[in-house]
């Protein structure tokens, strides 16, 4: 079947994040869902896939949450299940920042939406920075934007403070895949005195999902993290794989690169390994190329595949 695949997240107060975990595995376990949401005190987040009435019956179930009618939702395809299980976990946080005074259900840059957002980026008054990791702006970005080069979005308030600590810009855009960093990134930086704050709308996804490719000052493909493992304009599946040693995204051109080993290494992770660990890497790959085979051989002769949804 084709799926239907819905990101989300809605910052607002849950009392009792434990009570809204317990409902929602009973509300939505007969949906067939995969993927995994997050729930925190401070709102829920995460991504699901399933037929697209079940992701509209799901969706329906979380706007019924309290303070979630108007919940940020983007839709994409998928031909294959984007995740193997279903998961509702509980977080200290939604996105993990580590920066409690940083409240977007207080304070939050403002929205720009995305055919607004080439004018603001091509201010030269405007600093235009990616709240994103190093991994992910590696696959694009937006023309002329900083790249902070974190590991984690924990580390983007020191470096946010620490390259604007003599100089603080006027004006700040920030952007991240969805919208959600940037709820969080934009109240942290409005904190430290910054006025005009601004962050896209949506995120990347929508901005490619609006913007026309020819009007578009996006560069490359948006790390998602899903299977697709990045899209392009229109959300079309991009070129880049992921390593399944270390889940960092490979480029296209990155494949020729010494160490790269479908399922085993990248060029990245391929000293960081043992012989042992890439031993049983490439056990699991003949594995999996063994289970590929027995699927196909089954639809062959009309046997039914299915997702695993556990």
Request: include cysteine; charge should be negative.
């Amino acid at each position: 079947m084709a799926y239907r695949i819905a990101a989300l997240y809605q910052f607002t107060r849950f009392d009792d994040p434990s009570g809204v975990r317990a409902h929602l595995l009973d509300a939505l376990g007969s949906l067939e869902l995969c993927g995994t949401l997050l729930v925190a005190k401070e709102g829920i987040n995460g991504t699901i896939a399933s037929s697209e009435p079940s992701v509209e019956a799901a969706i329906a179930t979380l706007r019924a949450l309290p303070g979630c009618a108007e919940m940020d939702v983007k839709y994409a395809t998928a031909e294959t299940a984007p995740y193997r299980w279903f998961k509702v976990k509980l977080k200290r946080e939604i996105v993990t920042m580590g920066v409690p005074e940083a409240d977007p259900c207080t304070c939050v840059g403002a929205y720009v939406a995305p055919e607004d957002w080439n004018d603001l980026i091509s201010d030269p008054g405007t600093v235009v920075v990616d709240t994103r990791n190093d991994y992910e702006v590696g696959l694009g970005s937006f023309e002329g934007a900083i790249n902070p080069e974190t590991l984690s979005f924990r580390d983007f308030p020191t470096w946010f403070k620490a390259r604007f600590s003599d100089a603080p810009p006027q004006r700040v855009a920030l952007f991240c895949t969805g919208g959600i960093r940037c709820e969080k990134a934009t109240s942290f930086v409005k904190q430290l005195g910054i006025e005009d704050v601004f962050h896209l709308e949506g995120g990347i996804l929508r901005y490619l999902e609006t913007v026309p490719e020819a009007e578009s000052l996006w560069r490359g493909e948006c790390f998602v993290f899903d299977e697709r493992v990045a899209v392009g304009h229109g959300l079309a599946p991009g070129t880049a794989i992921l390593c399944r040693a270390c889940k960092y995204p490979v480029r296209a051109d990155e494949v020729s690169l010494p160490g790269y080993e479908a399922g085993i290494s990248c060029a990245r992770c391929v000293d960081q390994t043992t012989d042992a660990q890439k031993a049983r890497f490439r056990e699991r790959q003949r594995q999996l190329a063994l289970a590929r085979r027995r699927a196909q051989q089954s639809r062959g002769t009309g046997g039914e595949g299915h997702a695993d949804h556990r």
